[in-house]
């Protein structure tokens, strides 16, 4: 599958509007308030000119689903309260450059997304995105997103992604992938499958049969290929899965297991882990294959190794004082410093996209999700649940998703988490669900 | 002579219905020796493996049979092996020693109190743990596989301390 470019388009198909400054914005979203007050948004049912036959279905019933999808994302986000299409009369196409403001203030809307969807002659889709302040009765922002019927889903993303970074400063996530396990079966005998699904749970595929356990799936920075490992031949190796093609292949030949992989920022190396005569070990490799270089030589267990986003250093866990702690290292190697301090044992550290955090799975009683900074500081646990492993970061490094394995019953499913630690959510998959790995921004 | 015999089947007779009144024989009398073989009339008796005459020497089941277990068990986060550990690996090594062709497969596991990638590597240590036992005992390494599975295949599905216990296991598989 060949990911389709979005393309985005400064909305020109209507009447010319007033476009405020970005200055002048009067409301904006508190991000280290958490959900102690949401930004009621209003987000009505977009209309279109002419209601039209499409590949993805008549315009009219998609510009409800479009409102519906940001919604949802918004909501998700936790850091907005929706009115969305479902509590809202609909608006007249005429109304989207210009908005009924008396009536949106009723509401207690502090905001307001209009738009519309409309077919092309050329079978695409625009699908148009405005963003209001309702209080200051103006526009904050526009987007319009020229899409392939199929990927109408991914426009309204698109439109969510524009009006929460307009209005919270954070960068978009919303028009993501996420590659994880799909499990089923007994706890002794569980069938893995790797599955990926945009970050909504929609477009849900299958990619591997379940024949072989497959685990730890992590995307290249262009998503073309997923690195993870199989059982496959009784053999457990690191492979490459290009996802245009499905083609598999094995990182590393030779006699050693490999696991733990994940890509640099730049694609160019994985980083994995290596055992050999049960010692583990910290390895780089091209994403082409060929000769591994060693990077950890502690005769603990190294693993877990995460680079940060310029590249320049890697975060790892290893036992080498007694218990899993975390670690920093220059990316050659050298320089490798022990981080975590706290009580307990600290494993999978996940670098943020950003930088400025550590994500990392705590070992006390159970397992918790926390951060810390890259020094070590500012150690904050996010979740208490029995099991909550293997964080992932959202591309903007805001939310973190995760796998909660129930006690007993060894049945796992995903969740995410935003950084206030509040705003918890299951992550809706078909079967239960394990290692997350969230994608890129799509383009 | 006839007349003989058959009064002491009679005889016989009476006395196994009167034995019965107080307690079943210990022991049945062996059937009467016939010079034609009866008709088949029971299947042959299934092998349920007590009769050591059916295990074919060398095999997978005779390993079963002869060794302590085919599996030795850890400490929370050890590869450490403890006594009985040993005793266990010992019987192996003799049978393995005995049986110079075969191979082995070391199948390493854990608890499900740790995160994945390390359970990968902590089962590979008690992998290795066993094979450099087995292999410090004679055997060859070039015999002896290894295979972690971390917390991928418990043996008991409970989360409590017994199925803990249970499932932080190096288990010793025939290959052949």
Same mark, same amino acid.
Request: overall charge neutral; proline content about 7%; hydrophobic content about 35%.
């Given at each position: 599958?060949?990911?389709?470019?979005?393309?985005?388009?400064?909305?020109?198909?209507?009447?010319?509007?007033?476009? /405020?400054?970005?200055?002048? /914005?009067?409301?904006?979203?508190?991000?280290?308030?958490?959900?102690?007050?949401?930004?009621?948004?209003?987000?009505?049912?977009?209309?279109?000119?002419?209601?039209?036959?499409?590949?993805?279905?008549?315009?009219?019933?998609?510009?409800?689903?479009?409102?519906?999808?940001?919604?949802?994302?918004?909501?998700?986000?936790?850091?907005?309260?929706?009115?969305?299409?479902?509590?809202?009369?609909?608006?007249?196409?005429?109304?989207?450059?210009?908005?009924?403001?008396?009536?949106?203030?009723?509401?207690?809307?502090?905001?307001?997304?209009?738009?519309?969807?409309?077919?092309?002659?050329?079978?695409?889709?625009?699908?148009?995105?405005?963003?209001?302040?309702?209080?200051?009765?103006?526009?904050?922002?526009?987007?319009?997103?020229?899409?392939?019927?199929?990927?109408?889903?991914?426009?309204?993303?698109?439109?969510? !992604?524009?009006?929460?970074? #307009?209005?919270?400063?954070?960068?978009?996530?919303? !028009?993501?992938?996420?590659?994880?396990?799909?499990?089923?079966?007994?706890?002794?005998?569980?069938?893995? #499958?790797?599955?990926?699904?945009?970050?909504?749970?929609?477009?849900? #595929?299958?990619?591997?049969?379940?024949?072989?356990?497959?685990?730890?799936?992590?995307?290249?920075?262009?998503?073309?290929?997923? &690195?993870?490992?199989?059982?496959?031949?009784?053999?457990?190796?690191?492979?490459?899965?290009?996802?245009?093609?499905?083609?598999?292949?094995?990182?590393?030949?030779? /006699?050693?297991?490999?696991?733990?992989?994940?890509?640099?920022?730049?694609?160019?190396?994985?980083?994995?882990?290596?055992?050999?005569?049960?010692?583990?070990?910290?390895?780089?490799?091209?994403?082409?294959?060929?000769?591994?270089?060693?990077?950890?030589?502690?005769?603990?267990?190294?693993?877990?190794?995460?680079?940060?986003?310029?590249?320049?250093?890697?975060?790892?866990?290893?036992?080498?004082?007694?218990?899993?702690?975390?670690?920093?290292?220059?990316?050659?190697?050298?320089?490798?410093?022990?981080?975590?301090?706290?009580?307990?044992?600290?494993?999978?550290?996940?670098?943020?996209?950003?930088?400025?955090?550590?994500?990392?799975?705590?070992?006390?009683?159970?397992?918790?999700?926390?951060?810390?900074?890259?020094?070590?500081?500012?150690?904050?646990?996010?979740?208490? /649940?029995?099991?909550?492993?293997?964080?992932?970061?959202?591309?903007?490094?805001?939310?973190?998703?995760?796998?909660?394995?129930?006690?007993?019953?060894?049945?796992?499913?995903?969740?995410? &988490?935003?950084?206030?630690?509040?705003?918890? #959510?299951?992550?809706?998959?078909?079967?239960?669900?394990?290692?997350?790995?969230?994608?890129?921004?799509?383009? | 002579?006839?007349?003989?015999?058959?009064?002491?089947?009679?005889?016989?007779?009476?006395?196994?219905?009167?034995?019965?009144?107080?307690?079943?024989?210990?022991?049945?009398?062996?059937?009467?020796?016939?010079?034609?073989?009866?008709?088949?009339?029971?299947?042959?008796?299934?092998?349920?493996?007590? =009769?050591?005459?059916? $295990?074919?020497?060398?095999?997978?089941?005779?390993?079963?049979?002869? $060794?302590?277990?085919?599996? $030795?068990?850890?400490?929370?986060?050890?590869?450490?092996?403890?006594?009985?550990?040993?005793?266990?690996?010992?019987?192996?090594?003799?049978?393995?020693?005995?049986?110079?062709? =075969? +191979?082995?497969?070391?199948?390493?596991?854990?608890?499900? +109190?740790?995160?994945?990638?390390?359970?990968?590597?902590?089962?590979?240590? +008690?992998?290795?743990?066993?094979?450099?036992?087995?292999?410090?005992?004679?055997?060859?390494?070039?015999?002896?596989? =290894?295979?972690?599975?971390?917390?991928?295949?418990?043996?008991?599905?409970?989360?409590?301390?017994?199925?803990?216990?249970?499932?932080? +296991?190096?288990?010793? =598989?025939?290959?052949?």
């Amino acid at each position: 599958m060949k990911q389709a470019q979005l393309k985005q388009v400064v909305v020109a198909v209507l009447a010319a509007f007033a476009i /405020a400054t970005p200055a002048a /914005a009067q409301i904006e979203v508190d991000i280290t308030g958490g959900i102690s007050s949401p930004m009621p948004i209003a987000i009505p049912t977009m209309p279109t000119p002419t209601a039209q036959t499409t590949a993805a279905g008549p315009t009219d019933a998609l510009g409800r689903q479009v409102a519906e999808i940001v919604t949802n994302d918004l909501r998700n986000s936790g850091l907005f309260k929706p009115l969305g299409p479902n509590q809202l009369k609909p608006v007249g196409f005429d109304q989207v450059t210009a908005p009924d403001f008396p009536f949106w203030t009723q509401t207690g809307a502090q905001a307001l997304i209009q738009g519309f969807v409309r077919a092309n002659g050329d079978g695409t889709l625009t699908v148009g995105c405005y963003l209001y302040d309702v209080f200051a009765k103006t526009e904050l922002t526009r987007q319009g997103f020229i899409v392939q019927p199929q990927y109408w889903r991914r426009a309204a993303h698109k439109c969510a !992604d524009s009006v929460y970074t #307009r209005l919270t400063g954070e960068g978009p996530y919303f !028009d993501t992938r996420v590659v994880y396990v799909s499990e089923t079966g007994p706890k002794n005998r569980r069938i893995k #499958r790797l599955a990926i699904m945009d970050q909504d749970g929609a477009n849900h #595929r299958f990619l591997t049969n379940g024949q072989n356990i497959v685990l730890t799936p992590r995307f290249s920075p262009n998503e073309q290929a997923i &690195v993870y490992m199989s059982y496959a031949g009784n053999q457990p190796r690191i492979y490459t899965y290009d996802v245009g093609s499905g083609r598999q292949h094995m990182v590393v030949q030779g /006699a050693s297991t490999t696991f733990a992989p994940r890509f640099s920022p730049d694609g160019r190396w994985i980083l994995f882990s290596m055992t050999v005569n049960g010692n583990t070990d910290i390895y780089r490799v091209s994403s082409t294959g060929g000769t591994p270089t060693r990077l950890t030589t502690s005769p603990g267990i190294d693993t877990g190794g995460s680079y940060s986003p310029d590249g320049s250093r890697i975060v790892f866990e290893s036992d080498r004082s007694g218990g899993q702690q975390l670690y920093v290292m220059n990316a050659d190697g050298s320089n490798q410093q022990r981080i975590s301090f706290g009580g307990g044992r600290y494993a999978t550290p996940v670098w943020s996209p950003k930088g400025d955090l550590i994500a990392f799975t705590k070992l006390g009683g159970g397992f918790q999700i926390g951060v810390m900074s890259p020094s070590g500081s500012n150690e904050k646990l996010l979740t208490n /649940a029995w099991q909550d492993e293997g964080p992932t970061w959202s591309p903007n490094g805001r939310v973190l998703m995760f796998f909660r394995t129930g006690q007993g019953s060894g049945k796992a499913d995903l969740w995410s &988490v935003d950084l206030t630690g509040v705003n918890e #959510r299951r992550v809706p998959t078909p079967l239960d669900g394990s290692d997350p790995a969230w994608g890129p921004l799509l383009p | 002579m006839l007349k003989t015999t058959t009064k002491l089947i009679m005889a016989a007779s009476l006395i196994a219905i009167a034995g019965c009144a107080k307690k079943a024989p210990e022991q049945l009398p062996p059937p009467p020796p016939t010079e034609t073989a009866p008709p088949q009339a029971t299947p042959a008796p299934v092998d349920t493996g007590n =009769v050591g005459s059916t $295990v074919v020497p060398g095999s997978r089941e005779d390993f079963l049979q002869k $060794v302590q277990s085919d599996r $030795v068990h850890f400490a929370l986060d050890s590869s450490d092996l403890d006594g009985e550990s040993r005793a266990i690996l010992d019987s192996q090594a003799q049978w393995l020693n005995q049986y110079g062709n =075969v +191979r082995i497969t070391i199948e390493g596991h854990c608890d499900e +109190r740790g995160t994945r990638e390390y359970n990968l590597a902590l089962g590979e240590r +008690r992998a290795n743990a066993a094979k450099n036992y087995l292999a410090a005992a004679g055997i060859s390494a070039s015999r002896i596989n =290894v295979i972690s599975y971390g917390k991928e295949r418990p043996e008991a599905t409970g989360s409590d301390e017994a199925s803990w216990a249970q499932n932080r +296991r190096a288990v010793t =598989v025939i290959i052949g």
